[in-house]
Structure formats: structure tokens, C-alpha cells
């Protein structure tokens, strides 16, 4: 008798070996891929780059950057990205305030990331303070097709030093998506401040968009990330987003979320989305292969990112610095999350 039920309990381990292997590839076109967006505070290295201006992150500078507080910073980015993930990390990570290749070779080769052979998309940018938008992705769960970085064509190279815009057109199960990365000139100085510049970058984004649209004939897959120093209120985004535009093809999944005092960021004690996740309706209306909705999006904010506020009421994100004190923090962002599904 025992014998018989070894006999059958091996009978039924070949069995489900064999249903596995044979339906692998379909069981992983229906794994939920999950994308993040995450500003992540001045991630500089601690060695100075003389066409930089990162003198205050360097060992002598005034925020006194060294390798313990570089090597704490590293191990809480990747922390974060685990935890975003569920212990299944995000296929896809658009980050921005990154100095260089390095420290994202450190963040993703030097840390538990390492299990998850993770790629990078970089390429160093004009912007006078040495920050970067990029992207790294689950190179077996994503393929790079063709990437390249926007500069508006009406401003000269010379002349243009702000962060070059990330587009990527990445294959992930049977799809293919378009991802574009933003980091927009601060604000730094006022609602007002480089103002004209962000439309610019805005307007240049509508056309490449429309210009992918119409390539497919409307059936494109885009997703548009990153922090775009203003809110999906802001008029400069109805460049991008105009739901009054009949042409429009955009949605922007934090709208309703901001009209409500939700954010990522916050300042002087008020909630603003400047981190935002706009897609093309195609990927919410498609019938087949990956698609998403706005109940996919969300803010991720668990506890440990936050911090009760000492001036306002309520908390704020946990920042790496606080002005030139060192908190040990995160970011003084929130990342963001929107989970793809899979028909």
C-alpha cells in the first residue's frame, strides 16, 4: 500500500513538472508587471567630477557627503524598491536626480538588487548640477528595443542645461511599450521660475508622442513618468494633457488623486503631485496583451518614508537632507506605482 501512494504522489510531481514546463511562457504573460517612478534626492557619488558642479557632495563640501552616508543612502534606495515590489521588484524604474553610471552600478550590482539582474538606460545629461534621468529594468522580463534622449530642437545644445528627456520603446511579454522619462527645470525661485521652459519641453513631448500615435495608427502603448515640477493642474501639463482636445490621447492617472490634496512632494506644509504617470488611452482600452487602469496607480508610502512634519502639521517624506542638516533620510520625494495587467 505504501508503495502504491509513493508510486502516485511521484506520478503526480512528473505530471505537474510537466504541466509547468510546458505552460511556463504563458504562466509568466500573466504575471502583473509593475513600474516605478522615483525621485531620488541628489543620488551623488562622493568623488568630484570637474565638469559637475558637485562640490557640496564631496567629503569637504558643505553637506559633508561621505562614503557612510553615500553607502546609507545606496542600501535605503534599494531597500525602497524592494518594498515597492512586495519582494518582487518592479520590472521597470524610471529615476531621476542620479549623478552618474556608477552609483547605479552601486545601487543594482552592490545590493540585494543584484538577485534580480537588473539593466541600466543612461546617458549624462546637460543640466548644470550633474543630475540625470534613466531607467533600469528586469532584463528578463523586459528587452530594450531602441532608446534615445530628447533635447526641445529650437534650443541649442550649448544653450540647453536642463535634464534631457528618456525615451525607451521596450518589449515586455508579447507588447510593446513606450516609456518617456521627465525630469522638468525646477521651480525653484517661484511658480513662475523657468516657466517658459517647461513649456517648451511640453510641447516637444506632445509631438514625439503624436508622432508614435500616429506611427501605429492609434494603437500605441505609452507611458509618461516622472517629476514634472508642477502639478496635472498646471497649465503648462495641458500642453501635454488636454482633455478638451479632441486629439488628445493622454490620460493622467494622478489627476483625480491631486484634485483631492494628494501628493508626492510636499511643501510648506501642502501635498502637491508633481510626480506623475500619464498613459496613453490605448493602454486602458486595448482588448489584448497588457493594458491598466487608474486604480493601478498609486503612491507607495509606507511609514518608514515619512517623518512627522516639525514645522506643519502632519507628516513629509523622510528626506536624505533637510536644508544642510542630514536627517539619514530617503527622499524627499514619494515614489510612484502603476501596475500593468495582462489579458
Request: charged share 25%; with cysteine; aromatic share 12%.
Amino acid at each position: 500500500m505504501l508503495k502504491g501512494i509513493c508510486y502516485r504522489v511521484l506520478s503526480i510531481i512528473i505530471l505537474m513538472m510537466v504541466v509547468m514546463k510546458s505552460g511556463y511562457s504563458q504562466d509568466l504573460g500573466n504575471i502583473p508587471v509593475r513600474l516605478m517612478f522615483y525621485n531620488v534626492e541628489n543620488l551623488f557619488d562622493i568623488y568630484d567630477d570637474t565638469l559637475k558642479n558637485d562640490d557640496d557632495f564631496l567629503p569637504g563640501g558643505m553637506l559633508r557627503w561621505n562614503f557612510t552616508r553615500y553607502n546609507k543612502k545606496i542600501n535605503s534606495l534599494y531597500k525602497t524598491i524592494i518594498a515597492a515590489g512586495e519582494w518582487n521588484p518592479p520590472t521597470v524604474v524610471g529615476l531621476c536626480e542620479v549623478e552618474n553610471r556608477k552609483v547605479l552600478k552601486d545601487l543594482i550590482y552592490g545590493t540585494y538588487l543584484s538577485k534580480f539582474n537588473y539593466g541600466i538606460i543612461h546617458e549624462e545629461s546637460p543640466d548644470r548640477r550633474g543630475i540625470d534621468v534613466c531607467l533600469i529594468y528586469r532584463k528578463e522580463l523586459a528587452d530594450i528595443i531602441d532608446f534615445q534622449y530628447w533635447i526641445p530642437s529650437e534650443i541649442k545644445d550649448e544653450v540647453f542645461t536642463s535634464r534631457s528627456i528618456l525615451y525607451a520603446k521596450m518589449r515586455i511579454n508579447t507588447d510593446t511599450i513606450h516609456f518617456i522619462i521627465n525630469h522638468w527645470p525646477s521651480r525653484r525661485g517661484g511658480v513662475l521660475a523657468a516657466e517658459s521652459s517647461r513649456r517648451i519641453i511640453a510641447a516637444m513631448v506632445k509631438t514625439k508622442v503624436d508622432s508614435i500615435a500616429e506611427g501605429t495608427n492609434y494603437k500605441a502603448k505609452i507611458v509618461i513618468m516622472g517629476d514634472f515640477n508642477c502639478t496635472p493642474l498646471d497649465q503648462v501639463m495641458r500642453l501635454l494633457v488636454n482633455p478638451s482636445d479632441l486629439s488628445n490621447t493622454l490620460v493622467n492617472l494622478t489627476e483625480e488623486l491631486a484634485v483631492k490634496g494628494m501628493g508626492t512632494y510636499r511643501y510648506r506644509g501642502i501635498w502637491e503631485m508633481i510626480d506623475q504617470i500619464i498613459i496613453s488611452e490605448r493602454l486602458m482600452r486595448c482588448g489584448k496583451g497588457l493594458y491598466t487602469d487608474a486604480e493601478m496607480f498609486h503612491i507607495f508610502k509606507p511609514d518608514f518614508l515619512l517623518v512627522e512634519d516639525l514645522k506643519y502639521p502632519g507628516d513629509t517624506p523622510l528626506s536624505t537632507y533637510r536644508g544642510y542638516k542630514y536627517q539619514g533620510g530617503y527622499s524627499d520625494h514619494l515614489p510612484i506605482l502603476l501596475d500593468l495587467g495582462f489579458r
